[in-house]
């Protein structure tokens, strides 16, 4: 079952694993290691931290998750989902701030695992996710343009109106190498698939840059230039400063909804492509845990990366190994090439993120989207904006608020409530065992269709209102409610106590058995008494007679 919490690396040695499946596992691995090289130290330049900083968050990270995951095929590390979020803690409190809400992720993530809200999370609406991921996506674009023309900009705030003016009043400061250099790397990752998708073009892009720029001396900014030189090694250890949980602590619920979301999605990918099925919770709890060590060792956010664990399935990767064979072929090129990396030009790395932005844009189902119900079009448009206008945190709230309040609405118009007595006529008694024959004089049947919570509440009161001449029995059929809520009963409390001071006899029908427990629960099934709770419309019409004969 997709809910057990046993990680997928026990599940592999558990059911056997041979030495064809290690070979096929480190070859892949190596790859998926190789591809992971620029994006890890991409994401963490474009994040506002060190270039490394990526780098570990891969290694620890990536490796924990493999380990860990419910996914056989997850590859993990850092991704632009975190980009906005990360670069804006980043900004705010630094980055112990940045480590903090990491690990207060983790322990969320941790937590969401073991109480199984895996399967909580698909519940998040399409439109919603499409609008932040192309809101990020466009931000990551547009923090690239500084790299990519070389220019001599400042933003005086990190907000998107800001830094696009900053970029506008510096035009006349572009590098025209930068801008080559660039242009060379985006030519050669654009092209490269054409001759062979087994290398990555990001990565024959930057070995390209770099050496052209360290051959010929090329006025171009580089990480070193930028950051100085990068350490061949991983940090020591260290908790994260913990007096800032309560100033992050809205982040660090972004972040984990983030890894939740993205991790689980590419599982789900995966599962699409190796017809194959993940643990969601066991997911969460991986990911987790890998949330709580990676800022330990000076490492970002992470979660599961969907194009590098699609890479690892198209290579041959068999089970988590391979994963875990890309974290350390990370940590061996951290440790033997480590410090070539500090001559990678930036305009290089710009363009692998512009390409990464353009990917994770979807904006064709941007644009498919505006063919959908006004109300979705509204929550993407909302959260889209939001998120490069506002803040990514801001977005996910209130793109999350707006979903449910829209939800209920439309589970409100499909509930109603109608009057059967009045409604009766050939058609319906050709579909319906219930005629106007059976139906004795002085009883009046209402009927609920669909789901019975608040959002339906107040249309059932106003339609037992609308009675014109007070029956001596109402019969409520719920032959088609699935479930009742708190506030639903409440209504239905209201109706009993004012049927009662009128003199009428309610009698509920057709009340499945999973209602029942609800029932009696609140107290209204003696309330309106057993008697008068009826399985079916049958049962529920020989009790109005025997209430009416009473009557006499």
């Known amino acids: 079952m997709n809910s057990r919490l046993i990680p997928q690396l026990y599940s592999t040695f558990k059911e056997g694993y041979t030495a064809k499946n290690l070979t096929k596992d480190a070859m892949s691995g190596v790859i998926v290691g190789i591809v992971a090289l620029p994006l890890a130290i991409a994401f963490a330049i474009a994040s506002g931290v060190k270039p490394e900083q990526g780098l570990y968050t891969a290694i ?33 409190y630094g980055y112990e ?62 907000g998107f109106i800001d830094r696009l003016s900053a970029y506008i009043s510096s035009a006349s400061t572009y590098n025209i190498y930068s801008i080559g250099i660039a242009a060379l790397s985006l030519a050669v990752i654009l092209i490269m698939p054409r001759f062979t998708k087994k290398i990555p073009g990001s990565i024959i892009a930057i070995i390209a840059a770099t050496v052209l720029t360290s051959v010929f ?33 809205p982040a660090a619920l972004t972040i984990a909804l983030l890894a939740a979301i993205e991790s689980l999605l590419s599982a789900v990918v995966a599962d699409g492509m190796t017809s194959t099925r993940h643990r969601s919770n066991m997911e969460l709890i991986g990911q987790g845990v890998a949330n709580i060590f990676s800022p330990i060792f000076g490492g970002i956010p992470a979660t599961g990366a969907i194009a590098r664990t699609a890479t690892n399935i198209k290579n ?9 064979v890309h974290a350390v072929t990370l940590l061996l090129i951290l440790l033997f090439f480590g410090r070539w990396a500090k001559l990678i030009p930036m305009p290089s790395l710009a363009a692998v993120l512009v390409v990464v932005a353009y990917h994770m844009s979807e904006w064709k189902h941007f644009l498919k989207l505006f063919r959908s119900p006004k109300a979705d079009i509204m929550v993407m448009l909302v959260t889209f904006l939001l998120t490069v206008f506002i803040d990514l945190t801001v977005a996910i709230e209130t793109g999350i608020v707006l979903s449910a309040l829209l939800f209920m609405n439309r589970m409100a118009n499909v509930t109603s409530i109608k009057s059967i007595t009045s409604e009766i006529n050939e058609e319906f008694e050709q579909q319906d065992v219930l005629s106007k024959d059976r139906i004795p004089a002085g009883v009046e049947i209402f009927e609920i269709f669909g789901s019975f919570f608040f959002g339906a509440a107040n249309q059932f009161k106003d339609t037992i209102k609308i009675v014109k001449q007070p029956p001596k029995v109402i019969i409520l059929r719920m ?33 499945s058995p999973a209602l029942m427990p609800t029932l009696e629960k609140s107290g209204f099934a003696e309330k309106v008494g057993m008697e008068n709770i009826c399985p079916h419309i049958d049962c529920a019409l020989k009790r109005a007679e025997k209430h009416l004969e009473s009557m006499k």
């Not at 900014?221 to 100033?247: A, C, K």
């Not at 041959?316 to 875990?324: D, E, L, R």
């Open 60 to 92: 620890v990270a990536g490796f924990l998750i493999s380990v860990l995951s419910g996914s056989k095929f997850q590859i993990g590390g850092p991704t632009g989902a975190f980009i906005v979020v990360v670069y804006e803690v980043v900004a705010k």
């Open 97 to 158: 701030g940045l480590a903090t809400a990491t690990l207060m992720a983790g322990v969320i993530l941790v937590l969401m695992g073991a109480v199984k809200l895996g399967g909580v999370i698909r519940f998040i609406p399409y439109p919603m996710t499409i609008g932040f991921t192309s809101g990020i996506a466009l931000i990551i674009g547009t923090t690239q343009i500084k790299d990519l023309f070389g220019l001599d900009a400042h933003p005086a705030s990190a």
């Open 217 to 249: 001396s090329l006025p171009v900014p580089t990480i070193e230039t930028q950051f100085g030189d990068v350490p061949s090694s991983l940090p020591v250890p260290s908790l994260p400063d913990l007096t800032l949980i309560t100033q992050v602590f």
């Open 316 to 324: 041959g990767g068999t089970s988590p190994i391979s994963g875990m």
């Open 479 to 511: 032959r088609t409610v699935p479930f009742i809520d708190a506030t639903a009963m409440v209504a239905l409390e209201e109706v009993l106590m004012k049927t009662r001071k009128e003199g009428i006899r309610l009698v509920l029908s057709g009340v």
